[in-house]
């Protein structure tokens, strides 16, 4: 056993913390009382899908099952596989949901459609560990020992689309979001789980390391590719808009902005119907961009629509 995981690590188990994107969207979704009923719209172009991520929202009828609410085919679902705060005993909620991956998983495997199961991972900014000393090397290796144990989380479930993203956010004050509002990517907190903050400021080429070394140790260790889900402002604001805040075209992107709180106009390709709204990804990356393969563009980024979260898939662009 290496340091890193004598250090860090925590029995394993599904895990997981709330992001402010990912969890404003859903809070409350487990309570909703009705859904709208299904219109059985089907995303466009050819190749594109909705699907559902993290808090469950009930999928209904005999396979191949629909995407619930929307009625159209159900084209995969993206759990919460994990994160730094309840790895490291700081407590909070898991972001996840058998059915809803069972569900995605049978129209993947039996009917051929959209991906099954994807999986994220709450990413903890080098301002959360335990070891910080402001060096390049320990945020890397931080990064490094989170991608262990979500690799250690992964297998004990069924994960059939070949990107495990890292989730990076600045979650803010949101309900169900501990210990730090900023995920430890602006400032260094005196421990992981203190909350309390020690000093100020993050040099983004330690936040890159850090997400480096949680990018290619699962690219270096497993058969999964690299992928971040995040948006333009927050990304700019944790690595900057030099070296430190661009993404190769070997990462691949999943961004939640802009999201909606309604459920209607629904995409087509990377926009709104009939609207000028569209998904703006980031670190140099756009729509057209080859790594471009998600938008969480209904329920997520402080949003709320009453039901949960909703993403549109270019599943036709699996890597």
């Known amino acids: 056993m290496d340091r890193w995981h004598g250090v860090y690590g925590r029995p394993a188990g599904l895990i997981a913390a709330l992001g402010a994107s990912l969890v404003l969207g859903l809070t409350g979704a487990a309570n909703a009382q009705t859904h709208p009923a299904p219109t059985r719209v089907a995303d466009r172009p050819a190749g594109f899908l909705y699907g559902t991520d993290s808090w469950p929202i009930p999928v209904k009828g005999p ?19 994990g994160n730094v705060f309840q790895w490291q005993g700081c ?75 890292a989730d990076v956010e600045l979650p803010g004050n949101a309900p169900g979001i501990s210990p730090a509002p900023d995920n430890g990517w602006t400032a260094v907190y005196t421990s992981t789980c203190s909350g309390r903050v020690r000093s100020r400021g993050i040099n983004p080429l330690v936040n890159r390391a850090d997400f480096k070394g949680f990018t290619n140790y699962i690219v270096d260790h497993s058969t999964f590719k690299a992928g971040v889900y995040s948006a333009p402002s927050v990304w700019s604001a944790i690595f900057g808009t030099g070296s430190a805040g661009s993404v190769n075209s070997t990462t691949y992107e999943w961004t939640y902005e802009p999201a909606t709180s309604h459920l209607s106009p629904r995409p087509t390709g990377w926009c709104l119907r009939g609207t000028s709204t569209c998904a703006q990804f980031f670190g140099g990356v756009t729509s057209s961009s080859a790594n471009a393969v998600m938008w969480q563009w209904s329920g997520g980024g402080g949003t709320f629509n009453g039901v949960g979260d909703f993403d549109q898939i270019d599943v036709s662009g699996t890597p």
């Open 63 to 81: 396979p191949p099952y629909p995407t619930p609410v929307l009625g159209s085919p159900y084209g995969g679902y993206i759990g919460m596989t």
């Open 91 to 165: 407590g909070d909620k898991s972001a996840w949901s058998s059915s809803n991956s069972a569900a995605a998983n049978v129209n993947f495997s039996t009917y051929h459609t959209g991906i099954g199961t994807g999986v994220y991972w709450f990413l903890g900014g080098p301002g959360v560990d335990p070891h910080y000393n402001g060096r390049t090397s320990e945020a890397r290796a931080w990064g490094v020992a989170q991608a262990q144990r979500a690799l250690g989380d992964i297998s004990k479930i069924t994960v059939t689309y070949p990107v495990v993203f």
